[in-house]
């Protein structure tokens, strides 16, 4: 189990890198042509920071739960990729959508606060573990 999650934060963290390279060049460079604006723009780098937080959130998981015994842990875990899947995911696309000719794509807006709610469920979880710790270890 912890070789597939080690193998999913990696490609999780190469995809950010990716496509924070790809943001920064290949999209810039797209602002003059009005197929991309500024805040599309702005909106494709919080996808890629978002995700990387959460990719590195999911290897801290990892680490504090070695030995694979605490649900909660795996919860947060699981909030985050899901997170990562449809906050970062949605915005790439609705980001992008006047340059891949997908205006349809506009229905992934409501998509994307679910994926932050994700994200601070997980959060919120990694609270509940360390107070479950300390209570077990009073």
Not at 18 to 43: E, F, R, V, W
Not at 85 to 111: D, H, M, Q, V
Request: hydrophobic share 50%; net charge positive; with cysteine.
């Amino acid at each position: 189990m912890i070789q597939k999650q080690f193998i999913t934060i990696g490609l999780l963290g190469a995809i950010a890198v990716a496509l924070g390279a790809l943001g920064a060049h290949a999209l810039k460079n797209q602002l003059p042509s009005g197929l991309i604006t500024t805040d599309q723009l702005n909106g494709f780098d919080t996808a890629v920071k978002y995700q990387m937080y959460h990719t590195l959130a999911m290897f801290l998981v990892i680490l504090l739960n070695k030995d694979n015994s605490k649900k909660i842990l795996k919860y947060a875990y699981n909030l985050f990729f899901w997170g990562i899947i449809l906050f970062s995911g949605s915005l790439y696309f609705l980001c992008t959508r006047n340059l891949l000719g997908a205006e349809w794509l506009k229905f992934l807006g409501p998509i994307t606060p679910i994926g932050g709610i994700l994200f601070i469920f997980g959060w919120l979880l990694l609270v509940f573990a360390a107070l479950k710790t300390k209570k077990s270890t009073s």
